[in-house]
């Protein structure tokens, strides 16, 4: 088959634009990646400032759990307190000879006590 000049140089075009076309996408696809990274750095590097701020300063210089006990015997007895009086009020009682004394001693026969788990 006899091509003309003239589309043996259309063909030399569609080729050229069709290379270019690849290139740009490849570029585009590059760009697109590079941006989805981008995205990605600054929402970890929101959420680290996120947990920082969720973080009191005090326990900032903390490494470990011992750390941060040993943070609370020492500064905050009273917190450790409370957490185990939170703890004893969760537990379910057993038998009325576990119930404070002032609760066993009722006077009226038809005081009725409700007891809260």
Do not use: H
Not at 31 to 54: A, Y
């Amino acid at each position: 088959m006899i091509t003309l000049p003239g589309r043996r140089k259309r063909r030399r075009e569609n080729e050229e634009n069709e290379q270019e076309s690849e290139q740009d996408s490849e570029q585009e696809s590059e760009q697109e990646s590079e941006d989805e990274e981008n995205e990605n750095e600054s929402e970890n590097e929101e959420r680290e400032r996120d947990d920082e701020e969720k973080i009191p300063a005090q326990f900032r210089s903390c490494s470990n759990m011992l750390e941060i006990c040993n943070w609370l015997v020492n500064e905050k007895p009273d917190i450790l307190n409370l957490a185990y009086q939170m703890l004893e009020a969760k537990k379910p009682v057993s038998s009325s000879s576990s119930l404070p004394n002032t609760l066993n001693n009722t006077n009226s026969s038809n005081q009725q006590v409700k007891y809260i788990a």
